[in-house]
């Protein structure tokens, strides 16, 4: 049905930058917020940005500053720019778009980001 598709992980040194991108297809009720979660080794997966329908946007203190999160609605994709990284921004990140009205959540596969240092 809805399948969320992201791309633009990688590799990079501390102190560079990576864009991914989530792609949305399918049919899903509107409104629908999209953003990004993060899991590291050994920790719970948590909230990194997210971009309900419209201007607001959400951050996880440990991004503010250095993560920009966007949104084209009308292609439905969500874009995270990330600049000064960091080693513990190593994680797996995971787009989500949530159904507000259905309070349902559909999740990508993940793209793998690694900053060494």
């Known amino acids: 049905q809805v399948q969320l598709v992201e791309s633009g992980g990688g590799l990079v040194q501390a102190g560079g930058s990576l864009r991914l991108s989530c792609a949305a297809s399918?049919?899903?009720?509107?409104?629908?917020?999209m953003g990004w979660y993060r899991q590291a080794p050994g920790k719970e997966r948590e909230l990194v940005a997210l971009?309900?329908?419209?201007?607001?946007?959400t951050y996880a203190d440990s991004v503010k500053g250095r993560f920009t999160i966007s949104r084209d609605i009308v292609k439905n994709t969500v874009f995270l720019q990330m600049n000064s990284l960091k080693p513990e921004d190593t994680a797996v990140y995971f787009c989500?778009?949530?159904?507000?009205?259905?309070?349902?959540?559909?999740w990508g596969q993940g793209t793998q980001v690694n900053v060494s240092s």
């Open positions: 989500i778009l949530r159904e507000i009205l259905r309070d349902r959540s559909y």
């Open positions: 399918g049919s899903f009720l509107r409104p629908a917020a």
């Open positions: 971009m309900p329908s419209g201007v607001t946007t």
